[in-house]
């Protein structure tokens, strides 16, 4: 178990770029898959983006093209370098840690998007 702290939101306007950054209180190389979520109020939550341990990425249709996600096994972070972003982006974004026994969660960071 690992416990995670996300940092780096805030409120941007339309076209700005934010970068999100998790830190987590244990080692993750070993940890499979790193993750950013997000929830928006009324919405159900959704994966944003998702990092393998051996560097595979997914993204959400929504954000491909706008958002990379990486990991640095060294450090115990997970970043979300966000541009372009737009107001339907506006979202509680937490990180995630997920593998077999493991499903760990962040706080959140809050992300505000104005139009």
């Known amino acids: 178990q690992v416990q995670l702290v996300e940092s780096g939101g805030g409120l941007v306007q339309t076209g700005g770029s934010l970068r999100l950054s998790c830190a987590a209180s244990?080692?993750?190389?070993?940890?499979?898959?790193m993750g950013w979520y997000r929830q928006a109020p009324g919405k159900q939550l959704e994966l944003v983006a998702r990092?393998?341990?051996?560097?595979?990425?997914n993204y959400a249709d929504s954000v491909k093209g706008r958002v990379t996600i990486s990991r640095d096994n060294a450090k115990n972070t997970v970043d979300l370098q966000m541009n372009s972003l737009k107001p339907e982006d506006t979202a509680v974004y937490l990180c995630n840690a997920a593998d077999e026994g493991i499903d760990d969660w962040g706080q959140g960071t809050q992300v505000t998007v104005s139009s």
């Open positions: 990092i393998s341990s051996a560097g595979s990425t």
């Open positions: 244990g080692s993750i190389a070993s940890i499979e898959f």
